[in-house]
């Protein structure tokens, strides 16, 4: 009688434990659909505060272009009372089981001339990479586009490449231009129809 082979068992999906990268890419599409971008509103102004806060010394660094501990009052209320025709701002807000919502993201457009804007972007520590920050800068080309704008610019630190792939990775035409002591400005270009990003 020969012998039976042995057949090692493939487990269900649903009763495997599931591999830590499993978990976070669940972890990752959980929070995304919890997390909703809206324009910034005058009662945001504590809650920015406290986002910036609560950023780490090196994404403060990398967003402001230096070391600062967080934002001041009049400058939150100022980020949070845009004109909406020539100043705009957005918001990533998620709200935590059984907690009131909170900020997670925040967006900016500035005037710089009569047919462009600048942007800065922050997305929290724990939620980099998880494409928040693409929905915010989605939505500010959207707002510029509709608002007749021709051209986003961005300046930032030339040690954050995270920023520059977001920006370069629109579907749009952009251009880094180098500007002096380690500061790159990103010019992305609205008038063109994207291509697939």
């Given at each position: 009688m020969g012998?039976?082979?042995?057949?090692?068992?493939?487990?269900?999906?649903?009763?495997?434990?599931?591999?830590?990268?499993?978990?976070?890419?669940?972890?990752?599409?959980?929070?995304?659909?919890?997390?909703?971008?809206?324009?910034?509103?005058?009662?945001?102004s504590a809650a920015l505060q406290a986002f910036?806060?609560?950023?780490?010394?090196?994404?403060?660094?990398?967003?402001?272009?230096?070391?600062?501990?967080g934002i001041g009052g009049n400058q939150s209320r100022y980020f949070c009372t845009p004109d909406h025709a020539h100043r705009e701002g957005?918001?990533?807000?998620?709200?935590p089981a059984h907690?009131?919502?909170?900020?997670?993201?925040?967006?900016?457009?500035?005037?710089?001339?009569?047919?462009?804007?600048?942007?800065?972007?922050?997305?929290?520590?724990?939620?980099?990479?998880?494409?928040?920050?693409?929905?915010?800068?989605?939505?500010a080309v959207d707002w510029?586009?509709?608002?007749?704008?021709?051209?986003?610019t961005a300046t930032m630190l030339a040690d954050n490449p995270a920023i520059q792939r977001l920006l370069t990775g629109l579907g749009l035409p952009t251009v880094a231009v180098p500007i002096g002591a380690g500061v790159v400005e990103v010019r992305i270009d609205l008038d063109t129809e994207r291509t697939a990003a």
């Open positions: 012998q039976i082979p042995q057949i090692a068992a493939i487990p269900d999906r649903a009763t495997a434990t599931p591999s830590p990268g499993d978990v976070f890419a669940a972890r990752a599409r959980t929070l995304a659909t919890r997390v909703r971008i809206r324009q910034i509103r005058p009662t945001d910036y806060t609560g950023l780490s010394d090196e994404s403060r660094r990398t967003r402001f272009l230096g070391s600062t501990i957005f918001v990533a807000v998620m709200r907690r009131p919502s909170i900020i997670v993201g925040h967006l900016c457009l500035e005037p710089d001339g009569t047919d462009r804007a600048e942007v800065a972007v922050a997305v929290a520590d724990e939620l980099l990479g998880r494409g928040i920050g693409r929905r915010l800068v989605d939505a510029a586009r509709r608002d007749g704008l021709r051209t986003l």
